[in-house]
């Protein structure tokens, strides 16, 4: 199976920055689109960007010009760069990534990380 685990999370000022990543692991065959969602308290689960194999970017209206996703292919890792955080992104922030397993490299399975918790207060 494939393991995601996320890092970065943690309290944050407004106006501030943090930086999160997560990391692939387990029987990988290939992985295409990988991506950050959040879920705030009492909010469903929203997208918040997504970075294809090829490089395409997509993102939440409300981080737009704010958040940067990148990936690093020979790391199975992907960040999110976050910048000019505002309290409204306080939510826990889950990876997401779309890949075959060496078991079965002809089916696509989503899977999860665990989540990791973004708070931004003064």
């Known amino acids: 199976q494939v393991q995601l685990v996320e890092s970065g999370g943690g309290l944050v000022q407004p106006g501030g920055s943090l930086r999160l990543s997560c990391a692939a692991s387990g029987s990988i065959f290939s992985i295409n689109a990988m991506g950050w969602y959040r879920q705030a308290p009492g909010k469903e689960r929203e997208l918040v960007a997504i970075?294809?194999?090829?490089?395409?970017?997509n993102y939440a209206d409300s981080v737009k010009g704010r958040f940067t996703i990148s990936r690093d292919d020979a790391k199975n890792t992907v960040y999110l760069q976050m910048n000019s955080l505002k309290p409204e992104d306080t939510a826990v922030y889950f990876c997401?990534?779309?890949?075959?397993?060496?078991?079965?490299?002809?089916?696509?399975?989503?899977?999860w990380g665990q989540g990791t918790q973004v708070t931004v207060s003064s």
């Open positions: 997401n990534a779309r890949a075959t397993t060496l078991r079965n490299k002809t089916v696509w399975y989503n899977y």
């Open positions: 970075i294809t194999s090829g490089g395409s970017t």
